[in-house]
Antibody
């Protein structure tokens, strides 16, 4: 079955760039959307954005000026970059597959285990 | 953006209780509404999609209903493994948005 695994540094300095990857195993990148979601300590879930296998991308307006999501189909990986980070970006970052059914119902049906990123000097 | 508001924010219940969680959207999401369960230290797990469709492998004690702006997640008979935080999420438009969560605790 499809599995997702996040990877990347667990500690990032303020003002620097957070970079994470999500490796997809056991399945294909197409024809899905692939999402990034984060969860600050003790708080709820925040959607960051998603990318379609065709390359179409949507971002959260609150992060759009700092975020880039990309897809490497040859490596069955997708990535997140978040620029100019502050302590407010400290969170568990999850990657997820966006499944779909008839009438284009979309839902995040496969999740990675999450990776903790701390922003601190 | 569509704002999602869950109520209550937390509740205490006993094993065997019927539990209902409500999610209200700031504008219509038709039935493009999903429910997730999250246990401490774990990733969220999809329970319900399209407001009322049960995800494969999820016990039938979980059910969802509603359309438009008002939705409900019901657990018909609460089991020990159901103590967790539950989130609704709309997939009607971008940006996708989540409710703030409802924590279900043991009474």
């Amino acid at each position: 079955q499809v599995q997702l695994q996040e990877s990347g540094p667990g500690l990032v300095k303020p003002s620097e760039t957070l970079s994470l990857s999500c490796t997809v195993s056991g399945g294909s990148i197409s024809p899905y959307y692939w999402s990034w979601i984060r969860q600050p300590p003790g708080k709820g879930l925040e959607w960051i954005g998603h990318i379609h296998y065709s390359g179409s991308i949507n971002y959260s307006p609150s992060l759009e000026s700092r975020v880039t999501i990309s897809l490497d189909t040859s490596k069955t990986q997708f990535s997140l970059q978040l620029n100019s980070v502050t302590a407010a970006d400290t969170a568990v970052y999850y990657c997820a597959r966006v499944g779909y059914s008839n009438y284009n119902y979309q839902y995040m049906d496969v999740w990675g285990k999450g990776t903790t990123v701390t922003v601190s000097s | 953006d569509i704002q999602m508001t869950q109520s209550p924010s937390s509740l205490s219940a006993s094993i065997g209780d019927r539990v209902t969680i409500t999610c209200r959207a700031s504008q219509t999401t038709s039935n493009y509404l999903n429910w997730y369960q999250q246990k401490p230290g774990k990733a969220p797990k999809l329970l319900i999609y399209a407001a009322s469709s049960l995800q494969s492998g999820v016990p039938s004690r979980f059910s969802g209903s509603g359309s438009g702006t008002d939705f409900t997640l019901t657990i018909s008979s609460l089991q020990p493994e159901d103590f967790a935080t539950y989130y609704c999420q709309q997939s009607y438009s971008s940006p996708r948005t989540f409710g703030q969560g409802t924590k279900v605790e043991i009474k």
